[in-house]
């Protein structure tokens, strides 16, 4: 694993075309964004373990194509 040290602004590069920034810190949160080609998937690590009517309906949106953000159900 590589572990990389970013400040609010600064970006990692991964590939071409994956590229991630840090867009806030507050606190112990980090907030990212992240910007990819259409084909690549974006998921965080733990959407697996998340209820699997709600990871179902998150991987129909990502294979239809869609671009919007989906927000953590509760």
């Known amino acids: ?9 600064e ?15 507050q606190g112990k949160s ?3 964004g992240v ?3 259409d084909e690549v998937k974006v998921l965080r ?3 697996e373990n998340k209820s ?5 309906a998150l991987r129909r949106e990502l294979s ?3 671009r919007k953000v989906v927000r ?3």
């Open 1 to 9: 694993m590589l572990v990389l040290s970013r400040r609010v602004g």
């Open 11 to 25: 970006t990692i590069l991964i590939g071409n075309g994956v590229q991630i920034a840090v867009t806030r810190i």
């Open 30 to 32: 980090v907030t990212i």
């Open 35 to 37: 910007v990819a080609p």
């Open 45 to 47: 690590g733990e959407i």
């Open 52 to 56: 699997p009517r709600r990871s179902e």
């Open 64 to 66: 239809r194509g869609s």
């Open 72 to 74: 953590d159900a509760k």
